[in-house]
């Protein structure tokens, strides 16, 4: 570990992508990695550098660092749970990628995060700020990613009063995509729970029709 805390912060791309493998290796063979615990305080260096991965421009780095966290959160399982709020909002951001690989990846981390680290509400009282993202790309993001969950661990995973405000707010959105994104959304979950999801809209002012 002493060795890939050192090596993480490289800026060099090819050797970012070099570390990256390695440290996938390592992470694999629980044999090979009984010091990954040992040093709290490095652990949470690699994992502030590899946060630093997902945020970076080349989307090869990127990947990468979503796939090297991927290992960590399925190696440390609900010990990965304080980790969650940094890791999250680059999460956020990679869902606004131009790049549909990234934006799966980044979808796909969240949902993993849901069944190895925390409870999936424990991840929306974190993610529902994407909902406000000044990226269209990540607020349509985000309303997918609800759909997702949904899909995954049901509706009675979730607190949904407190995620379908966010859901009318993203009708009004100036963006198409994330409009239909919403609405998306809002069908799932009335799909879960029926009438309820409707008095709700009624109540919030949704004119019938809509």
């Not at 995060?113 to 990226?135: D, Q, S, T």
């Amino acid at each position: 570990m002493d060795y890939f805390c050192e090596q993480v912060q490289q800026k060099d791309v090819g050797r970012r992508m070099q570390v990256g493998q390695e440290l996938l290796e390592y992470l694999g063979d629980p044999a090979r990695s009984p010091d990954l615990e040992q040093d709290q305080q490095r652990l949470d260096k690699v994992i502030d550098e590899l946060t630093a991965w997902v945020n970076s421009s080349n989307f090869k780095v990127s990947l990468l660092g979503l796939d090297v966290l991927g290992a960590f959160a399925s190696r440390l399982s609900g010990r990965f749970k304080p980790y969650i709020g940094t890791v999250l909002l680059p999460l956020i951001d990679r869902m606004g990628d131009a790049k549909d690989q990234v934006r799966e990846q980044a979808q796909n981390l969240i949902l993993k995060l849901m069944c190895e680290a925390a409870p999936p509400m424990y991840i929306w009282e974190r993610l529902a700020v994407g909902f406000k993202h000044k990226n269209y790309r990540s607020r349509e993001g985000v309303c997918l990613c609800l759909v997702a969950t949904l899909n995954i661990y049901g509706a009675q995973s979730l607190i949904l009063s407190k995620l379908v405000p966010h859901l009318c707010i993203a009708f009004g959105d100036s963006n198409s995509q994330v409009r239909d994104a919403a609405i998306l959304a809002i069908v799932e979950v009335y799909r879960h729970v029926g009438e309820k999801v409707r008095i709700d809209l009624t109540k919030r002012g949704i004119p019938p029709g809509r």
